[in-house]
């Protein structure tokens, strides 16, 4: 049993420590630990961040990639004996735009997968709203995307956290 | 009357929610409720954007285009039974820098025409200070002047709040 | 003696006014004023730029360059009647990259630095990482290490404290 604890945002910047602060908050729950991992390795430096964060995360953890289909691996891992943590849906909002999804259906979907999931889940996101405008339509884009995604699940889950320089501020 | 609310600034990302935001915020309150946009349209991309945003605050706003004479627009529009929004100051110094205007002076102006407008003023202002150094002198202009009005109009309102996956932290 | 304050973390955006509360901070404890300045001028702009904030600092400041032996500094000026501003470990970390010093050597110094420092250290940081994925591989790094670093020193200090346009969130 993962305890009392529902769904839980946690919000940063790059190297924010976020992704930690998350692992960190499902370790403290009982239950088996499975990490969605959103993110596909198109280069070395990704494999290599890749690599060294699953090494990072230790022995307890189970690791799924899911950079399409986060909705069905949430709603085909979470059981009442099961904490997910899904890491990141920025890298996911940059998934389904290369792939040319329809982003509100899909994260209409997330949405539904999180509330229908019967263990808690833990998300992590970007913030990547907070520098000078992009110069390219298709950055503009990502940001709107992943910014209108963060909108939904922040909605949905019971509680939210910013994350800065590896501390927590309360959103919800 | 508006009621006892005083002026509100509302601080936030892109896609943060924070435009959605001020307007519940202006929604609560009583009387005509008048939106002042910041917002040109030099492009299709920015008249779809400004259409989209003026189906969704519905029939009870009136919208004022104020791109540059802001301080004017507050002092004529704000009285006691008006609520005031302005959306968003971060355009308007944008416009303020392709107009050439001296913006330490219209800072000035904003700043005293909030302090002296009969009804409540909520604005919304973006922080653009939070990703990477912009590679253009321009771009750091623009993150410095955005900056300072930020600074300016927080110091002169009497609630601040910043605005996070469509969730608030008060600063002030 | 500068009081029972302990060391304190100020981290913000560009333009955010954090330089201006870390002097504040500074200037209501009692003792000598040490600022360290971490900024190198290499062109005008920043010439323009250092020598304004010196002005604005006013005479009660000594001024003292710490462009990449930062820790060595704060060992050195430290006192149990002193208060020392680092301002800031952004440029720091863009130093030891032009410089490609070494990173996690010496953050660890700093860290160290501060935790054996004799008087209060007031440390002004910038949170580069909310904004899009930089284009180019060392933006990228630096952005690495920029958070990196801003973990590491958040970890070593009794507080720290977000500012949004001039205004503080406690994080610590």
Redesign the interface.
């Known amino acids: 049993m993962s305890g009392a604890i529902g769904h839980l ?1 946690v ?7 976020k992704s930690r602060f998350a692992q960190g908050r499902a370790e403290i729950l009982t239950g088996e630990l499975v990490y969605l991992a959103t993110a596909q390795a198109f280069d070395d ?1 990704m494999r290599e961040r890749i690599a060294l964060h699953r090494v990072d995360r230790g022995p307890r953890w189970s690791t799924v990639e899911a950079p399409l289909e986060l909705a069905e691996a949430i709603t085909s891992y979470s059981t009442p004996e099961t904490v997910v943590l899904v890491d990141c849906l920025t890298l996911w909002a940059s998934n389904l735009l290369l792939a040319e999804r329809d982003t509100a259906a899909a994260t209409e979907g997330l949405v539904h997968a999180v509330l229908s999931a019967r263990g808690p889940v833990i998300l992590v ?10 110069d390219n ?1 298709l ?2 884009r ?3 995307v ?3 995604i ?2 939904e ?3 949905a889950v019971d509680s ?1 956290i ?1 994350i ?6 309360s ?2």
């Not at 996101?125 to 992009?134: K, Q, T």
């Not at 800065?164 to 501020?169: F, K, Q, S, V, Y």
Request: glycine share 16%; aromatic share 4%; no cysteine.
């Open positions: 945002l919000l940063g910047g790059a190297r924010s420590g430096e996101a970007n913030e990547v709203g907070l520098g000078i405008v992009p339509a950055a503009r990502f940001r709107d992943a910014g209108k963060n909108q699940v922040a909605r939210a910013f800065a320089a590896g501390l927590p501020i959103l919800k």
